[in-house]
């Protein structure tokens, strides 16, 4: 069964340090997304590509976050500097196309200390 | 007034009984509504999509929709202690790009 698969399932950064999470689709979905996930709420979406552009990331914090999808394939997401804020569950999921079922992948899980 | 509201519960139904789970949007152009089950530190599973006003079963699962009255619900029945996780109701917007809003959980609790 296909899956989304995320990287890491878990990491722990210190504040002002960078990091970055993986994601990678299942195969053929051309929508991407990813959410931000804070205990007792549901997902909140940073960012959406449609293949490898840009549809949606008006919640996403540009000065610190930042979302690429090159090849429309896979994603990276990163943080910079990373803030006490910041942690969270973070979430990526794949729709065959726009306005489909989205699948999650198992999500990465940020402490920030 | 938030775009999808959820009680956030807990929910407590015995097993085998029916669990009820409801959901309010606010866009009347919603157009697709879906329910995801997320066990704690997990991340959201989907259960069912649904389209069109009335019901739609899938096993001991059933959607129902509502676009009048701007509600969709879910029903669980022979509730199992295994069904025992936060269900999210997540609506796609009707209007601009494909952004689907998540309401907040109804966590659901079934005692065996």
């Known amino acids: 069964e296909a899956e989304v698969a995320q990287s890491p399932r878990y990491k722990i950064t210190e504040k002002s340090q960078a990091v970055a999470f993986w994601c990678d689709p299942i195969?053929?979905?051309?929508?991407l997304y990813w959410y931000r996930q804070i205990l007792g709420q549901g997902p909140e979406l940073l960012v959406q590509?449609?293949?490898?552009?840009?549809?949606?990331d008006s919640q996403l914090p540009k000065d610190r976050f930042s979302a690429e999808r090159l090849k429309g394939v896979d994603s990276t997401l990163k943080i910079q500097p990373a803030e006490l804020g910041d942690s969270a569950m973070y979430l990526c999921?794949?729709?065959?196309?726009?306005?489909?079922?989205?699948?999650f992948g198992p999500g990465t899980r940020l402490t920030v200390t | 007034q938030k775009e999808v509201e959820q009680n956030s519960g807990p929910l407590s139904v015995p097993e085998g009984a029916i669990a009820s789970l409801n959901c309010t949007y606010s866009?009347?152009?919603?157009?697709?509504f879906f329910w995801y089950r997320q066990y704690s530190g997990k991340s959201p599973e989907l259960i069912m999509s649904?389209?069109?006003?009335g019901d739609k079963e899938d096993g001991r699962f059933t959607a129902q929709l509502n676009k009048a009255s701007q509600y969709v619900s879910l029903l669980i029945r022979d509730s199992q202690p295994s069904d025992s996780a936060t269900y999210l109701c997540?609506?796609?917007?009707?209007?601009?790009?494909?952004?689907?809003?998540f309401g907040t959980g109804t966590r659901l609790k079934v005692l065996a």
């Open positions: 999921a794949s729709s065959p196309h726009a306005g489909l079922e989205q699948y």
């Open positions: 195969s053929g979905h051309a929508t």
């Open positions: 590509f449609q293949d490898e552009s840009v549809v949606d």
């Open positions: 866009d009347r152009g919603s157009q697709s």
């Open positions: 649904i389209y069109s006003n």
């Open positions: 997540a609506v796609l917007r009707g209007s601009g790009t494909y952004k689907y809003i």
